[in-house]
């Protein structure tokens, strides 16, 4: 089993910066992906950032050039520091891991809340 862990979320006033962290533990090998998801209250839970073991990384259109996604690998870990955040930014953070034989695990997610 595999477990992810994270942390980070709260509430910041708009213009204001976070920094998620999401930790993998158990039975963890073969790791390809390691990404953040986030789901807004009434809209579908999207992609925001991945990261491959090759260190390839993907964002979504609306968070480019704001957040930035990382991976210590040593330490199964992946982050996700958020800066110039928006109130549409608001929504439960989910971690996701997915190994190369196509396996996914999922946390179980991080509030983040941005006023205005």
């Known amino acids: 089993q595999v477990q992810l862990v994270e942390s980070g979320g709260g509430l910041v006033q708009a213009g204001e910066s976070l920094r998620l962290s999401c930790a993998a533990s158990?039975?963890?090998?073969?790791?390809?992906?390691m990404g953040w998801y986030r789901q807004a209250p009434g809209k579908q839970r999207e992609l925001v950032a991945s990261?491959?073991?090759?260190?390839?990384?993907n964002y979504v259109d609306s968070v480019k050039g704001r957040f930035t996604i990382s991976r210590d690998n040593a330490k199964n870990t992946v982050y996700l520091q958020m800066n110039s955040l928006k109130p549409e930014d608001t929504a439960v953070y989910y971690c996701?891991?997915?190994?190369?034989?196509?396996?996914?695990?999922w946390g179980k997610g991080t509030l983040v809340t941005v006023s205005s």
């Open positions: 158990g039975r963890v090998f073969s790791i390809n992906t």
């Open positions: 996701n891991l997915r190994t190369f034989n196509g396996i996914g695990y």
């Open positions: 990261a491959t073991s090759g260190g390839n990384t």
